[in-house]
């Protein structure tokens, strides 16, 4: 485990689309201009954030085939900016319900290299994080059809908090709702 390089940013873009299930890809694609490549702006949003110091990767053959990216969320959570993408309120929404958590925004495993504990290790980190920062809670935000992650996700102790409904717009995609899910971590850990 070590913390993500922008050399790092193809595979980082692969993972966060992987997390997202395809919305970031979405989203690129909307981005790029015409005859721009969206995983290039992927891509590039990926180093930018490893050149900032926000993505532990698990690294395997020199390849990151895990990451993870959160932040804590403030005990006062702004209002939803007016401009905010219809698709991403919701989520927005749920994220607002969870102040001092720290948030695992991305976690995801390369298909290859799932099943050998990755997540869980990542999890696992994260919690050393919110500990690090005096938090006690922990929240992340899973589709309702994820099963596999939603397994992950009870297992390490996570519990539902609330949902929302998935604003699919043109993106093509399962399930029907977000699920904010929220851990307590033990006091003085």
């Given at each position: 485990m070590?913390?993500a390089?922008?050399?790092?940013?193809?595979?980082?873009?692969?993972?966060?689309?992987?997390?997202?299930e395809?919305?970031?890809l979405?989203v690129w694609?909307?981005?790029a201009?015409?005859?721009?490549?969206?995983?290039?702006?992927?891509?590039?949003?990926?180093?930018k954030?490893a050149q900032s110091g926000?993505?532990?990767?698990?690294?395997s053959?020199?390849r990151?085939?895990?990451?993870l990216?959160?932040?804590?969320?403030?005990e006062?959570?702004?209002?939803?900016?007016?401009?905010?993408?219809?698709?991403?309120r919701p989520?927005?929404?749920?994220e607002n319900?969870?102040?001092?958590?720290?948030?695992?925004?991305?976690?995801?495993t390369?298909?290859?290299?799932r099943?050998?504990?990755?997540g869980k290790?990542l999890?696992?980190t994260?919690e050393?994080?919110a500990q690090?920062?005096?938090?006690?809670?922990?929240?992340?935000?899973v589709k309702d059809?994820n099963?596999?992650a939603?397994?992950?996700?009870?297992?390490?102790?996570?519990?539902?908090?609330?949902?929302r409904?998935i604003?699919?717009e043109d993106?093509?995609?399962?399930?029907?709702?977000?699920?904010?899910?929220?851990?307590?971590?033990p006091?003085?850990?």
């Open positions: 070590r913390m390089h922008p050399d790092d940013a193809l595979e980082l873009a692969e993972l966060v689309n992987y997390a997202g395809g919305l970031p979405h694609k909307k981005l201009s015409a005859g721009k490549d969206p995983w290039e702006i992927g891509r590039q949003r990926q180093a954030r926000q993505i532990v990767a698990i690294e053959g020199g990151a085939v895990a990451a990216t959160g932040y804590a969320i403030p006062q959570p702004g209002p939803i900016p007016d401009e905010m993408p219809a698709i991403f989520l927005q929404e749920l319900l969870a102040p001092l958590t720290w948030h695992v925004n991305v976690i995801a390369m298909p290859d290299y099943r050998r504990g990755f290790q999890l696992d994260a050393a994080i690090s920062e005096n938090l006690n809670a922990m929240s992340l935000i059809a099963r596999d939603r397994r992950l996700y009870e297992r390490a102790g996570y519990r539902e908090a609330a949902r409904l604003l699919k993106w093509q995609t399962r399930g029907q709702e977000w699920v904010l899910m929220v851990k307590r971590l006091q003085g850990a």
